[in-house]
Structure formats: structure tokens, C-alpha cells
């Protein structure tokens, strides 16, 4: 260690220069980071749900579909007519945009004095403008279900704008050109913007603007906590500086290596911030604690000292990002690991070769600790904090055993509590225009995520038609499926229109003959393939809830094996059932790459530390405080989601420092001859001060992020603040229980 | 003085008299496109009209045709399904459709003039029988070694158009080529004719037309055809529509 730390002092300019030169280059990379919060393409492909509804999209002209609401006290109105009817033809000339329907180009097929069309509702030339013609568009409107609800609320306050994104457009792009051409025309109704193109785009702004909020407010707060703990300015500048390089270099990898930015890679940087920034302070600490005169020999001892556990504590850490790696569904969160793994790897790097480095080079002066007798035993915090701790425990490590026993049986119980959550809307504040949008879709028009129900087989038959009603009657006994929309309602209207009847004709050669009438109508390329080969139902499912969700896949599928026939075949897909997918993703996850970081941190740290048991002891600490964070969640109502499912496993690669510390301390005082009682005494009140300006720093940092204006991000912040305090608790009081404990036991 | 006013007035009339040589020259010349493309009393014969889409894919449609002045009659034969289907266009956007499923025919809405017809990148104000020089305002663009330019704007403001530009044979007045630009002034469809002399007439021996937003594309094919042959009134009727065989 000592021929080490000689070597990196050596070697000070060469590592000053090089991170310099490699931090300015990845520093440039960043500019070229894209965002990207698009859920649909992190799914993996090879589920069958995803790999339909991604073929949907590419055989039927788009699944990305958002909607404009257009809101007004009565749409039927020839001033709101004419604004709806200018966004439609505006819109439809942006690029990225394959087709936009609203109410006055949607398909119609009437038969009136004029004759026979399959035309559209409204005559685009002459918007009806008299009382008496709104007054039958209104009576049109609301007697036909393929409007009604769909295209019109039925209290006729709002319309949809629908938009469909062309299938090789860059959703941001698109949705945002769409919002600025929309605001430019700066009409009087009110607008809203939904549906899952529409709230990707509005999350990758707000990730933007939580970025450049954010992540200076972190460095403030943390450069405060810094100040308060070394009141040097290297104390305060490094720490912040080796952080701010370790997340330059983790960007530009990002950006080099084509990753993009995701809503669960925008933590990052003030992640690598909270946590990098600990190591660091673990240097300088040394630095300042060690009694040297000469500040070269002090850097040199400090750092022989400290470069085991700082490297331990990074690997566990970084043990803890890995095991996303291979417990999760979503590509974003296994990205996230790769990513924060190695930007603590970084981190330690930094504090280990950067940080001396400087400090040798430019002869950063610290403030030595002037106490030469207890080392801050007099401090404000050992006297109100630290001191009757260790006293508390020693009079009654029973009651403190026993403390810690009622909190994990209250919180194991409270985990059946968990709510779970992969609904995208709630990634918004209500305040939020994106979260409203969705409510109105859901009370007014059923909803905004789609479900297609795919038909294969002859569409020109009537036996196959007529399957397809079915089908549809069937959805809409659902009580969360309001209206469904395909070829076979198409062929009814037009049979009706032509005096046959609402009825799928029996007749064949009818049916040949009227796609002559429908052919090429832009409204069925969504509906319905060119060789007419195959057909789609599409359909809204209007609510969030998993159990209903799972309801209606027990009846669809049921519904598919009473009706299976050897002249078609039906598959279904949608937004509902991905994210059932995601949902039970979200366990598994959270169980996997737990456990995986449970047994990955025992060993290592048995290894390290030279002994198995060590590391159950080290490890058992965080798990109970882990347990405690997941009883908090369920009691107080905040859910598991693609965010928070990260905050265990993060928990427990910093949490584990924490034990480490303890027990190296307790080791190297217990060896050096003390007694139980005095090596304990140690033990709490050296590592104890690290181990509260850590969590303090640390848990600031990641308060911060309460000021985001995403809902998960705040709850993530929150929780890992929460975790931050139980794993520094648990390594302070429930530890030294259990070791004094097994000493006892040793002893006796 | 005299001689100052003399020669400026010259000039006025030379530079008014050129600004209408030019206007006439757009609208004779219009004129002389019509006369190519309607002058025939009536024509028939085959057309076969073949649909590309994007992918390459093709779908083809055959029918026998009948036209006279401002009416027209298809009778299609191809493909399978739709044969027997028949369409009839009379004057003043009325048009009959004959589906022998169904019987009777059915009077077709042509409100929305823009819309393509039956699948086709032509829409029903392509396929309109009306002389250019009624619906369409020329103005004279250049003259090319064999072409001239020409620029219409539609009198209606129902079309879907904002102008279209054609090219004109410059021997025999017949469209080479038409382009078709958008309300946003884009051009988005491009016809591209190929004509042929039989007799004392131009005919159309093809047209393409490219949809070039949409990536789709028709050609519309004439053979045998036949101009003059004295095709009475009475075929372009109602009654008409419905083949003899099946009226009772």
C-alpha cells in the first residue's frame, strides 16, 4: 500500500494532466446525449406482447398515437369547428406526422339527397354554420358510435385531434413540433395534449429542465455540507470537483457509446454526486485526521490507510448497481446499472489518485484537527449524538436488540402494503397539464391507451366479418371498454347506407363489390391491410387498475378459445397488457437483483474482510433497514415503480460501507489490545463522525431531487434520503449490538 | 416635347402590348390543350389501370369504357370480384353507380371532389371532364426548346390544388407532364402523358400518376381505342347502367 500511494505522489502530474485532458474531451462528448423516454422501445423484444404491438405498429401505419383535446363550452359551433379544422389540415403537413384525424375529415357513409358517399362527416369546404345544420351534425354525431365518444365527448364539450406519428419518427421531435405549431396558432378553446407520444415528449422535457435545475442545487447543498464538515476550501472544492469528473466521464461514455438518456438514467448525475462524493471525503478525512507534520508524509499515510476501504466500498457499491444488470426487464434500468457502476468506479478512482494528486501538486492546505488528546470527542456532535449512543447501548443492548425486532416486524408486515405502479401518468404532478390530459380522456373518451384485437384471415367473408362484431360485443361488455372501432363496423354502416340493413351482408359478391367504394380511403389503411388479409379492432381501456386488467385478459382469453375457428385466428395486444408485463417485471426485478446483491455483498466482504460470517454481520444491518424502508413505503402509500424499484439495491451498496466501517474500526481497535468496552467506545464515536457527515451529504444530496417535477424521482429521493439514515442507524446501533453480542459469547 | 411624348408612348404600348401577348398566349394556349384532349365528339375502348404502392406491391383494375362530351361510362371487367361494377359521370358532378350485388344504382355524393377515386391517386377533379380553360386560370411561365410552361390556378377555391404546372408539347399542344402543388405550395403528385396519334386525334395512350408523399403511384393504360363511332346518348343513362341480361 505504502510502495502505492509512493507511486501515485510520484506520478501527481501525469495523473493531474491526464484527467484534465480526458475530462475536457468527454466533456465535449455530452453536447451529442440524446433523451430518450420513449417505454415502448426500452421493452425487450422478444415478448410477445411487445413484438405485436410493434409489428402493429409498422404493418397498420403507426401504434404512436396521441391526441390534441380540444376543449370548449359546445364543440358543435362554427368558430370551433373552423380552429379544429385548421389544426387538422396544419398538422397534417409536419413532418412526422403520417395522418391526422378529427372531426372534420373523419370517414362517414351516408346516403342522403345528394346520393350515396363514403365521404366524411363534414363537408371540409362549408363547415356548417347554421343553428339548424350544427343541430344535425350534433344529432349525426351523437347517434353514431362510431363518433360518439370516440371522436366527440358525449356531452359535447371536447373533441379529439388524433395524431398519428409516422413509424420511423423521433417521438421528442415530432411531438414537440406538433406543441409549437399548435401554440402558434394561438387558438381560444383549450387544449390538451395526450396519449403515450404526448407524454414521452413532455417527460423528456422535464428531465431536461430537471437536469439543469437540479444538479446545481445538489452542488450547492452538498458544498454546504462540505464547508460545515472540513471548513477548508479543499475540503469543500475536491470532493465536489472529483464527483463533477466522475459524471463527465459517465456521460460521455453515455454519449460515445449511443446510450441515451432515459427517465431512469437522469438520475445519474446527482446519484454519482451523493455517492461519489463520499469517497472522496473519506480521503480528506484521513488526510486531516492523521498526525503529520509534513503534509507530503500525511497524504502518504493517510492514503496507505484508507485505499483498502475506500476500494471496498466502492465494489459493493458497485456490486449493488450490477446486480440490475441481470435481475431487470426494462433496458433503461440495466442500463442505468452499467452506467452508475462505472461511474463509482470512477469516483473511486478520483478519490484515490485524483484527489491526492492535487492536493500534493498545488500543496492544498487543510485544516489540521487541532484536538491531539480524543480526537473530537469534545465535538458538539459526539457530545449530543455520538456519546450517549454508545452509552445507551452498552447499558441495554437488549432493548435496543429488541427496538430493532418491533420496527422489522411492523414493516414486514407493512410490505403486503406495497402499491405498485407502471402507469406513466403518474409520473406527473396533477398539476401537471399531462396528468389532466389523461384524466379527461379517461372520463370523457374511455381512455387514452389503446388495445388492437387482430383479426387474420378473410376479410371479405361474412362468417369472418361477423366474427369480428362478435368480437367487439364481447369488449364492450367489459365495463371499462366504452367503444371499439374496425372494417367490420364499416361494412355495416355502408350495408345500412345502401339500404341493406345494419347487418354484415350474407352475400359474398357484396361485400367484394363495396371495396370498390372503399378502396384507397386513407381511413383503412389503420384498420385493415391492403391484401385484406388482415383486420384490427381497435379499442381504450379506461383503466389503470391491475386487477381489472388481469380480469379482462382471463376473459379474452377465454373468449378466444370458445370462438377459435380454422378461418381466422385472433391475437390482441395493447398499451394495458405491456404494462401488466412491466408490473410483474417490477417484482421480479426487485427480488432478483436483491437477492443477487445480498449474496454478491456477503462474499465479497467475506473475502475482504477474511471471513464469511463477517460478512453476515456486515450485511444483516442494511438488510434490516432496508426491510424498514420497504415497511415505510407501504404505510405510507408511496409505490413501487421502475424508479423506486432501484432504491433497494442502491441502499444497500452504500449502506454497506457503513457496516464496513464499524467493523474495521472495532477490528483494528479490538486487535490493538483494547477491551470490548473501549474498542466499542472507539468505534462509535471515530466512525461514527464519518458515518454522519456521509449520511448527512449523502442523503442531502438526494433530497434534492424533491424538488423535481417528476413525481417518481421525488419519492426516489425521499426513500434513498430514508435508507440513507436506517443504514446509518443500523450500522451504528443494531452492529454493535450484534457485536458485542458475539464477542460475549466468544469471550464466555 | 411631341417627340419625348411620341416615343413614351411607344413604349407603353410595346411593354401593354407584350404583358398581352403574353396572357393571350397562356390562354390560347390552354385552349389548344383542351382542343387536344377534348376535341374527339366521343371515344372508347379498353383502359386497364394499374396501382403501385409503396412496396412495390400492384393491384390491377380493368374496365371497357365509353365517353361523350361531358359523360362517361366504365364498365369494369377486372379483377373478379368487381366485375360488372359500373360507373356513370353526367354533368355537374353527378354521378350513378351500378353494383350488380346490390341491383338498382346508387346516385353517388361527390361533395368531396378531392378525394381519390376508387383507390386511384386520381381524384374525382382529375378525372373531371371539363375543359381546363373553365376551371383553371393560366399563366405563361417560360418556353423550353420543346415545351412550354404553363402555370394554372384553380378557379374554385374547393380544389385541393393551390396551382398546377404543365408542361405542353410545343408541336401538338398535348400535356407532357402536369405537377401538382398542395395548399402549403408543396408539390406533392406529378402526372407524367404519353399520347399518340390515331387518326386526326391525340389519345392519351398513358398516364402515370405519382402520389409522391404517399410513395404510390397509377398508370392508367388506353388500348383500342376508338374515337368518332357515333356512340348515342342513350348509353350514357341510368337505365343504361344495368347490363340487358339482368333486367327483367
Known amino acids: ?748 | 416635347m411631341k417627340q419625348f411624348t411620341y416615343i413614351f408612348l411607344s413604349i407603353i404600348l410595346v411593354v401593354t402590348s407584350g404583358i398581352d401577348t403574353f396572357a393571350q398566349d397562356a390562354q390560347t394556349l390552354l385552349s389548344k390543350m383542351d382542343e387536344v384532349m377534348y376535341s374527339p365528339k366521343d371515344k372508347q375502348g379498353t383502359v386497364q389501370i394499374i396501382l403501385t404502392n409503396r412496396q412495390g406491391k400492384e393491384k390491377e383494375r380493368e374496365a371497357i369504357f365509353k365517353q361523350k362530351a361531358n359523360k362517361s361510362l366504365y364498365r369494369y371487367t377486372k379483377p373478379e370480384t368487381q366485375a360488372g361494377i359500373a360507373t356513370l359521370s353526367l354533368p355537374d358532378g353527378v354521378m350513378w353507380l351500378y353494383m350488380p350485388a346490390f341491383g338498382k344504382p346508387k346516385k353517388i355524393s361527390l361533395l368531396a371532389r378531392s378525394q381519390a377515386f376508387t383507390g386511384t391517386d386520381f381524384s374525382y377533379e382529375d378525372m373531371a371532364t371539363t375543359p381546363y380553360s373553365e376551371r383553371y386560370t393560366p399563366k405563361f411561365l417560360e418556353e423550353k426548346v420543346d415545351r412550354y410552361m404553363l402555370e394554372l390556378v384553380p378557379k374554385s377555391d374547393k380544389s385541393k390544388y393551390s396551382k398546377v404546372v404543365v408542361a405542353l408539347d410545343k408541336e401538338n399542344y398535348y400535356p407532357i407532364k402536369m405537377e401538382f402543388y398542395d395548399k402549403g405550395n408543396r408539390k406533392f403528385k406529378e402526372a407524367t402523358y404519353t399520347y399518340e396519334r390515331i387518326g386526326s386525334y391525340w389519345n392519351a395512350k398513358q398516364v402515370v400518376m405519382a402520389d409522391l408523399s404517399k410513395q404510390h403511384m397509377t398508370k392508367i393504360l388506353l388500348t383500342n381505342v376508338k374515337f368518332d363511332q357515333g356512340i348515342p346518348d342513350s348509353v350514357f343513362t341510368v337505365e343504361n347502367l344495368v347490363p340487358k341480361e339482368e333486367k327483367k
Open chain 1, 1 to 748: 500500500m505504502e510502495k502505492l500511494a509512493k507511486t501515485i505522489l510520484k506520478l501527481r502530474w501525469l495523473i493531474t494532466i491526464a484527467v484534465i485532458l480526458i475530462t475536457v474531451f468527454l466533456a465535449y462528448q455530452i453536447k451529442f446525449i440524446e433523451i430518450n423516454s420513449d417505454v415502448v422501445s426500452a421493452l425487450p423484444d422478444d415478448d410477445p406482447d411487445v413484438a405485436l404491438f410493434k409489428k402493429i405498429g409498422s404493418d397498420f401505419g403507426g401504434n404512436k398515437i396521441g391526441m390534441i383535446i380540444v376543449e370548449a363550452e359546445n364543440i358543435f359551433d362554427n368558430d370551433v369547428l373552423l380552429d379544429v379544422q385548421k389544426l387538422t389540415d396544419t398538422l397534417s403537413l409536419l413532418d412526422g406526422i403520417a395522418s391526422v384525424t378529427s372531426i372534420t375529415n373523419i370517414l362517414d357513409i351516408k346516403n342522403d339527397e345528394f346520393g350515396f358517399e363514403v365521404g366524411s362527416l363534414i363537408d371540409v369546404y362549408q363547415l356548417p354554420y347554421s343553428e339548424e345544420q350544427l343541430k344535425q351534425l350534433k344529432e349525426r354525431v351523437i347517434s353514431k358510435d362510431m363518433f360518439n365518444g370516440v371522436i366527440v365527448s358525449e356531452d359535447g364539450t371536447a373533441t379529439l385531434i388524433l395524431v398519428t406519428l409516422t413509424n420511423d419518427a423521433d417521438i421528442q421531435t415530432a411531438g414537440r413540433l406538433l406543441i409549437d405549431k399548435v401554440e402558434s396558432l394561438q387558438l381560444k378553446e383549450k387544449l390538451y395534449y395526450a396519449g403515450m407520444p404526448m407524454m414521452v415528449t413532455a417527460i423528456s422535457e422535464l428531465i431536461a429542465s430537471d437536469l439543469l435545475k437540479l444538479l446545481p442545487l445538489a452542488f450547492l447543498v452538498i458544498a454546504v455540507v462540505l464547508f460545515f464538515s472540513f471548513r477548508s476550501l479543499r475540503g469543500v472544492l475536491l470532493p465536489l470537483l472529483s464527483a463533477a469528473v466522475a459524471i463527465i466521464w459517465t456521460l460521455g461514455i453515455m454519449a460515445l457509446t449511443g446510450y441515451t438518456m432515459s427517465m431512469v438514467t437522469n438520475n445519474i448525475p446527482i446519484l454519482l454526486l451523493a455517492v461519489g462524493s463520499a469517497y472522496s471525503i473519506h480521503v480528506i478525512n484521513k488526510i486531516n485526521q492523521v498526525k503529520e507534520a509534513d503534509s507530503r508524509k500525511a497524504i502518504l499515510t493517510a492514503l496507505s490507510y484508507i485505499f483498502i476501504p475506500v476500494t471496498l466500498a466502492a465494489i459493493t457499491t458497485i456490486v449493488g448497481f450490477i446486480s440490475f444488470v441481470f435481475g431487470s426487464y426494462l433496458t433503461m434500468i440495466r442500463d442505468f446499472g452499467i452506467f452508475t457502476a462505472a461511474g463509482t468506479f470512477f469516483s473511486a478512482l478520483m478519490a484515490l489518485f485524483f484527489v491526492p494528486a492535487v492536493i500534493d501538486t498545488f500543496s492544498f492546505k487543510g485544516r489540521k484537527i487541532k484536538e491531539n488528546k480524543s480526537e473530537g470527542r469534545d465535538s458538539l456532535l459526539a457530545k449530543y449524538l455520538l456519546i450517549p449512543l454508545k452509552n445507551l447501548l452498552f447499558k441495554h443492548p437488549k432493548y435496543t436488540l429488541i427496538t430493532w425486532g418491533v420496527l422489522l416486524i411492523v414493516s414486514a408486515a407493512s410490505v403486503m402494503l406495497i402499491k405498485r405502479s407502471v402507469d406513466v401518468k403518474e409520473y406527473f404532478k396533477r398539476s401537471n397539464p399531462a396528468w389532466q390530459a389523461e384524466e379527461i380522456m379517461m372520463q370523457k373518451f374511455g381512455g387514452s391507451k389503446p388495445i388492437f384485437v387482430s383479426f387474420k384471415g378473410d376479410l371479405q367473408s361474412p362468417d369472418v366479418l361477423n366474427a369480428m362484431l362478435k368480437t367487439e360485443k364481447m369488449l364492450k361488455e367489459n365495463p371499462n371498454i366504452f367503444t371499439t372501432q374496425s372494417i367490420a363496423d364499416l361494412i355495416v354502416e355502408m350495408s345500412d347506407a345502401l339500404g341493406e340493413g345494419r347487418k354484415i351482408p350474407s352475400d359474398r359478391d357484396k361485400i367484394e363489390q363495396m371495396w370498390f367504394l372503399l378502396d384507397g380511403n386513407p381511413a383503412l389503411k389503420q384498420i385493415v391491410s391492403d391484401d385484406l388479409d388482415e383486420g384490427l379492432i381497435i379499442t381504450k381501456f379506461a383503466s389503470s387498475d391491475l386487477s381489472e386488467k388481469k380480469e379482462f385478459v382471463k376473459e379474452m382469453k377465454q373468449f378466444i378459445n370458445d370462438n377459435s375457428h380454422g378461418d381466422y385466428e385472433i391475437t390482441y395486444t395493447g398499451i394495458p397488457f405491456i404494462e401488466m408485463k412491466m408490473d410483474a417485471s417490477l417484482i421480479q426485478s426487485q427480488i432478483r437483483s436483491l437477492l443477487i446483491a445480498i449474496l454478491a455483498m456477503i462474499f465479497v466482504v467475506g473475502i475482504i474482510l477474511r471471513s464469511i460470517s463477517t460478512g453476515v454481520y456486515a450485511t444483516a444491518p442494511i438488510i434490516a433497514a432496508i426491510v424498514v424502508l420497504y415497511g415505510v413505503m407501504g404505510l405510507t402509500g408511496i409505490p413501487l415503480n421502475i424508479v423506486t424499484v432501484l432504491v433497494a439495491s442502491i441502499a444497500l451498496g452504500i449502506g454497506i460501507d457503513y457496516s464496513i466501517h464499524v467493523i474495521s474500526q472495532f477490528n483494528y481497535s479490538y486487535r490493538n489490545g483494547k477491551t470490548l468496552h473501549d474498542a466499542l467506545d472507539d468505534t462509535i464515536t471515530i466512525s461514527g463522525k464519518s458515518i454522519f457527515i456521509n449520511v448527512v451529504s449523502v442523503s442531502t444530496g438526494f433530497l434534492v431531487l424533491v424538488f423535481s417535477e417528476m413525481v417518481p424521482l421525488q419519492y426516489f429521493g425521499i426513500l434513498m434520503a430514508l435508507s440513507m439514515v436506517g443504514s446509518g442507524l443500523a450500522a451504528l446501533t443494531l452492529l454493535p449490538v450484534i457485536l458485542i453480542l458475539v464477542h460475549r459469547k466468544r469471550l464466555s
